[in-house]
């Protein structure tokens, strides 16, 4: 392979040199049988001016070759190339040549005015939306395969020479580079005789969009052009150049040995598959590696954008919040959800999963946070209930259900699901309530986080999905009084634990109040149920029956909180005591108030059968053993009762010590 000479840069989108051309034209100017507008632009090889043609009536854009370049007979010869090559195309994507002409020893180029922009303006703003750039693609595309199927191959392709009108239709500029064939451009054939101004050997393009054979100076084909049409894809969708180094050498070296970053590898807007093995074909080394004919690529990227354009705009109607009402007070969390806002708000915490035991208050906490944050997401927030889903193989349902994807029946929920997600331009949140056992649909969030990158997910669930990238959120207890020193009424009431109960035991019993006398008993019964929120919630929710006793507990009574009960219409009785009967010993009552690990231990067998009256179920050695009411689901249901259980238990299954007034 020959050494590169030398490289031509061309473009007339290159910064204003007005100092390198004497014929400059001003705004009124009559210009041949144009009226000379505004100047648009210049470059190396001249200016471009807006002008009225006074003719036929209509504005046409203008380009000038300098004078200067006029008496170099290569520059000359390209110039009537560029006008040449573009006037034997008639196609909607290819600019249109009206005239090539001079005046008064000016050569100019009468032609097609575009009112757009370039593609390279487009990419100052960032990624172009993955919609409208395979739009465009696909126009551009169709416009090659038209150009290779007459010899004509442009060898400049970039975003400054593809302008886009505000009809956003494509147009392909600058045929100054452009090299001839007369034949149909097949590699090989006896009719792809060339017909160039440019030497072998001679360096022809832009650095960072020519070919490895440009770069090398090498005889090229319509096959050069899908190499640098692929590197303009790859700008298109990710916003950064394919091969882009510091210096002209070092990309030059990067386009012959090198492969680009994977698209959507550092956080840019994923792509489905079918995009992704275009611009890989068309980045290939190897010409043979590319596509036999640019039509095929023109029909590749036709067919994915017309499979877009099936797919409704999601993101035209932003989804609409449908977290639930929460009809209590948010208390005792307050630390825990500044510190959930904080990892919600950092761009790579995409998947957050709050992990903790059944009635912790991972629903709870995960609503309320998503809720403050509604304004940061403005694509929707999305609340997923999964509590009832048994199968993990209708999770992708629930969540497509859930966002209002409508199923049809040639795509399965999954492949709906994903073409919702792809087509996200806004942030939106999704909060997945109990995951714990759907485990196997684990692979589906990680699937929809690869394919949305506007998509976050905040799940609950009793352990961690495990998935590359998962933010583990632990929700531990409620904080509770040390019942060997209890504080003060003040700082007791506080405590996120008795500030709970005594909340809810409020909403119950409207004259309930924290006093010296009940606090111990309260404490007590928080410090039993370790802190857990629902437990403590439907504790509470029994003091409109069960009251706690005025008689403080000994710090060596280790059988629990006394309660009394207004229904015992028995004068012999003036409260009851919860005990334990005397085969249970003494550790009973700690067993029976730690409902978590009840929760883990996961020993619900059986169902609870009603006779008439409530029949407690078996208390044994080791804690709670035993069915679950009727109607009740999840920790809820077995945390209520639980809680029943031990608070009837005096009236069933324990003692009863009468005391006469």
Known sequence: MSSVVCCVVESMSLPDHPESNSSTLSPGTTFGSYEILERLGAGGMGEVYRARDTRLEREVAIKTLSLERCSQPEALSRFEQEARSASALSHPNIVTIYELGHVSGTRYIAMELVNGETVREMLVAGPIPFRKAVGIAAQVADALAKAHEVGIIHRDLKPENLMVSRETIAKVLDFGLAKLRAGNGTPGSDASRSTTITEQGTVMGTVGYMSPEQALGADVDFRSDQFSFGSVLYEMVTGTPAFRKKTHAETLAAILRDEPERIGAKGQQQVPPPFLWIVE????????????????????????????????????????????????????????????????????????????PGGIGKTRLALH??????????????????????????????????????ETGSKSPQES??????????????????????????????????????????????????????????????????????????????????????????????????????????AEICARLDGLPLAIELAAARIKLLSPSRKPLKSADRRGPRFADPATNSSQHRGLELRAPQSCGANFIPQAFRIHRWLYAGRHRGRLRHQGRFKPRHIGRHGFDGGQEPGATGGAGRCRNAIRDALYDSRIRSRTIGRKR
């Open 417 to 522: 699901l994903n073409e919702y997600v792809s087509g996200l331009d806004q942030p939106m949140l999704l909060l997945l309530d109990n995951f714990e056992h759907l485990a196997g649909a684990a692979s589906v969030i990680a699937q929809l986080l690869t394919i949305g990158m506007k998509l976050k997910f905040l799940i609950t669930s009793q352990a961690p999905l495990h998935v590359y990238g998962e933010h583990e959120f632990p929700v531990l207890p409620l904080a509770l009084p040390d019942l060997k020193a209890i504080p003060p009424l003040e700082v007791l009431s506080r405590l996120p634990a008795i500030a709970l109960f005594v909340e809810r035991a409020q909403a119950v019993k409207r004259e309930f109040a924290l006093t010296r006398e009940n606090a111990p008993a309260v």
């Open 281 to 356: 074909r068309c980045l290939a080394k190897d010409p043979k590696q590319r596509y036999d004919s640019s039509r095929y690529l023109a029909r590749d990227l036709a067919a994915v954008r017309d499979r877009l354009a099936e797919a409704p705009l999601h993101h035209s109607e932003p989804l609409a919040n449908n977290l639930p009402v929460q009809r209590t007070a948010f208390i005792g969390r307050e630390q825990e959800a500044d510190a959930l806002r904080q990892l919600l708000g950092r761009e790579e915490a995409r998947l957050i999963t709050l992990t903790g």
């Open 369 to 406: 946070v998503a809720g403050e944050l509604a304004g940061a997401f403005p694509g929707g927030i999305c609340f997923v209930p999964l509590a009832a889903v048994a199968d993990a193989a209708l999770v992708a349902s629930s969540i497509a259900q859930a966002v209002g994807v409508r």
